[in-house]
């Protein structure tokens, strides 16, 4: 039976939801290879004055140009527009806002997200802007923090494979993407002044490990973050920028500081910071204001501090970059103003892209618990239901109201700061299931979360009472609800605990729905007997109501999994934001489930975990692995596995098959780790055969004394499963 292929209207975009056959272009019309990129760029960079070639990484200064970053021209080369942001293009209208890039992290869907990034490049390019300042690849330490949204979620391996699609996704439409943020900026309380300390071990496998995906991905650009890293300043790390990005992964492209994140010239250029920005230095530094760069690095190559061969160096990456990706061809002329959205606002550029925004909306819902089958919907058996919850609406003060979400009111679709962007319109979840269902159910609703006895009322009349709440978080320079970017706690914003109870209270059929940028507490109401269903969209976007609705309703068969870990106690994480202007993180690579599985902590909701409206069975698990040799590069594949994948229930769904490795002892790894996962549509009654290839680098870990990966020898085992806890399969191999 095929639950998901009958709603009207929904076939084309369901197309994609069910197979994600053909959702995402694998090779570009405008790229170019790195070789033939930096061949023209060194040809037209050798006829630059010195000037010159300081102008293409000098940024011209804040509110200097339409962008929120523009660099000077040079001769044959343009001034580049770089803008945010990571879920749309950031203060203009008639752009789509895409889910977020936890929502990538949780739909386990990389054609889905390749095609996301296309399609963003797509909306950035037909503006004219030339960089997008994306994705993020952060990592998920705290909970708390407060751009763990933008980012893909706790483990490594899944954040590095979604910031490979997303860069591949960019770029293929011919647009720079810039890899961020240059590292160690996982919490935004005293990030401008943080030093973060971490041990070379943790660095390479953990924190840095999106970055060498980025980097094969050919990422154009990596933007270097405010904080110190082990006590110097990211954007003046010689370590960092040359030995690790440039010498150790080939870096080809360049390094641009985050917004006002340069504090030197002659370390910041000779670290390998080859472009700053905006500009602007701080009116106190040691510049007196002004530029960073422009005269202050021509003055500083002719007193013989900076080499011209390390400016012609930096242009050359610069230039290299706007080659491969094909702005040098037919680029669109810039229709866009960051400084007013008003410019060019007429000009839409959202094509047929609202059907990603659906398709992967739906495909990162997680549904975490399903009482009794009350999901799918039926309308034949439940004729009348109340949705209760500022979330299920509208901002009752319309669209785009709050300055980079600086506010939130009406269900949650995005953070706030600069990785948000405007709605172009805005499906609520009451009006997607109000659209879905038939004349013969009535909804009733209420967006008070404060009055409890109405809210007790509309549900106790009710079969079905759907109950909606919410967390949110974003950047530092906003606060919202005295949540300074960071949220103060891990609870439900307004009154979103007692409004649950309420509900469940008064109807013994309660849907709870939660949209919210990380993990929760969900200790107030999750015992509560009367609830049914827990749904989690996470971020969806502008179609968050028919991304939701093709889950509630059976359109789409749930396959979303949580790309982090909920615990039963907020105690049981590893770590927290700190005030402490010196952040160790002790605990190494054990964060996320790593820490879980180590201390022998039950989690409330495991890492990867997620229900369908079916059940699968796996079988036949097997290993084979090639002789490890010198020869063999990182990314060759060493080991591949095969499975079969049988769907024992009575609809057709998307099972998400998680590959875990435990390493031998003598690799000092955590218990097991993410090292594949495959999204595998199986109909009903069938068996589909599903392919795990492992690379050299997965089955490596990161050799301190020799300062490179290594491939412990002894034996593996191989775990696949549902989830991280929900093993089904294992076997054992030998390298």
């Known amino acids: 039976m095929r639950l998901f292929a009958s709603a009207t209207g929904l076939l084309a975009i369901l197309s994609v939801l069910n197979t994600s056959v053909g959702a995402a272009p694998t090779k570009s019309g405008f790229e170019i290879s790195w070789e033939e990129a930096y061949a023209k760029a060194e040809k037209l960079v050798s006829g630059w004055t010195l000037e010159q070639k300081v102008n293409v990484g000098t940024g011209s200064g804040n509110e200097q140009g339409p962008c929120e970053g523009n660099t000077i021209a040079s001769p044959g080369f343009p001034g580049l527009c770089m803008n945010d942001g990571p879920t749309g293009l950031r203060r203009a209208y008639n752009t789509s806002q895409f889910v977020a890039g936890i929502n990538c992290g949780a739909s386990f869907d990389r054609e889905l997200t390749r095609q996301r990034g296309a399609y963003m490049g797509e909306e950035f390019r037909d503006k004219g802007v030339n960089v997008m300042l994306g994705p993020g690849m952060n990592m998920l330490r705290v909970p708390r923090g407060g751009r763990n949204w933008e980012y893909a979620g706790e483990d490594p391996y899944l954040v590095s494979a979604v910031a490979e699609e997303l860069v591949q996704g960019i770029q293929s439409a011919g647009v720079v993407a810039t890899s961020k943020h240059l590292i160690g900026n996982e919490q935004e309380e005293n990030r401008y002044t943080v030093d973060t300390v971490m041990d070379d071990k943790t660095l390479h496998e953990m924190y840095l490990l999106p970055f060498y995906h980025a980097v094969e991905a050919g990422t154009a650009s990596i933007m270097c973050g405010y904080n110190k890293v082990n006590g110097t300043y990211a954007c003046d790390s010689d370590h960092l920028m040359n030995t690790i990005l440039k010498d150790h992964l080939d870096f080809k492209g360049f390094v641009m500081s985050d917004w006002w994140a340069t504090h030197s010239t002659v370390n910041g250029v000779n670290g390998g910071l080859d472009m700053t920005m905006p500009g602007d230095a701080n009116a106190d530094s040691v510049t007196g204001g002004g530029l960073w760069y422009g005269k202050n690095l021509t003055d500083a190559v002719e007193r013989g501090?900076?080499?011209?061969?390390?400016?012609?160096?930096?242009?050359?990456?610069?230039?290299?970059?706007?080659y491969k990706v094909g702005e040098d061809k037919d680029y669109p002329d810039l229709r866009f103003n960051y400084f007013d959205s008003n410019v060019h606002a007429d000009l839409d550029v959202q094509r047929n892209h609202k059907e990603n925004i659906r398709a992967q909306g739906a495909a990162s819902v997680v549904l975490l618990k399903n009482e009794d089958n009350i999901l799918p919907l039926k309308q034949d058996s439940a004729k009348k239901w109340a949705i209760i919850g500022s979330d299920a609406g509208a901002d009752p003060e319309g669209l785009n109201k709050c300055p980079d979400a600086n506010c939130s009111r009406g269900t949650l679709t995005q953070g706030w700061g600069s990785g948000s962007c405007y709605l172009p319109y805005l499906v609520t979840p009451l009006d997607g299931i109000t659209n879905r269902v038939d004349d013969s159910v009535e909804?009733?609703?209420?967006?008070?979360?404060?009055?409890?006895?109405?809210?007790?009322?509309?549900a106790a009349d009710a079969d079905i009472a759907f109950v909606f709440a919410k967390s949110d978080s974003g950047e530092m320079y906003i606060v919202v609800d005295d949540n300074p970017g960071d949220r103060n706690n891990l609870t439900?914003?307004?009154?979103?605990?007692?409004l649950i109870n309420a509900v469940a209270d008064a109807n013994e059929n309660t849907v709870v729905v939660i949209h919210s940028v990380g993990p929760i507490d969900m200790n107030a109401w999750i015992d509560h007997p009367n609830i049914k269903a827990i749904v989690w969209p996470g971020l969806p976007g502008q179609e968050t109501g028919n991304s939701l609705a093709d889950v509630l309703f059976g359109d789409y068969n749930p396959s979303g999994r949580l790309p982090y870990t909920i615990a039963k106690n907020i105690d049981d994480y590893v770590a927290d934001v700190s005030p402490e202007l010196e952040v160790e993180y002790t605990?190494?690579?054990?964060?996320?489930?790593?820490?879980?599985?180590?201390?022998?902590?039950?989690p409330l909701y495991e890492f990867g975990y997620g229900l369908a409206y079916t059940t699968y069975e796996y079988s036949k698990l097997k290993i084979k692995t090639k002789k490890n040799s010198d020869g063999l590069k990182l990314t060759d594949t060493l080991a591949s596995a095969s499975l079969f994948v049988e769907n024992t229930g009575e609809v057709d769904g998307n099972e998400i098959v998680q590959a875990y490795v435990v390493y031998p002892e003598s690799a000092d790894q955590p218990p097991k780790q993410l090292r594949g996962f495959e999204k595998v549509f199986v109909e009903a009654g069938k068996k589909q055969k599903v392919n795990l290839d492992f690379t050299v680098r997965d089955l490596s870990y990161w050799d301190v004394v020799q300062q490179k990966w290594v491939v412990a020898s002894g034996e593996y085992t191989l775990l696949v499963g549902h989830t991280s806890l929900d093993i089904r399969q294992e076997t054992t191999f030998t390298l």
């Open 305 to 322: 501090d900076v080499s011209e061969e390390r400016v012609t160096d930096l242009a050359t990456r610069i230039v290299a970059a706007w």
């Open 443 to 458: 909804i009733t609703h209420t967006f008070d979360d404060w009055d409890l006895e109405s809210a007790g009322k509309l």
């Open 492 to 498: 439900l914003w307004y009154n979103g605990d007692n």
């Open 587 to 602: 605990e190494g690579v054990y964060i996320g489930y790593r820490h879980f599985d180590k201390n022998n902590i039950t």
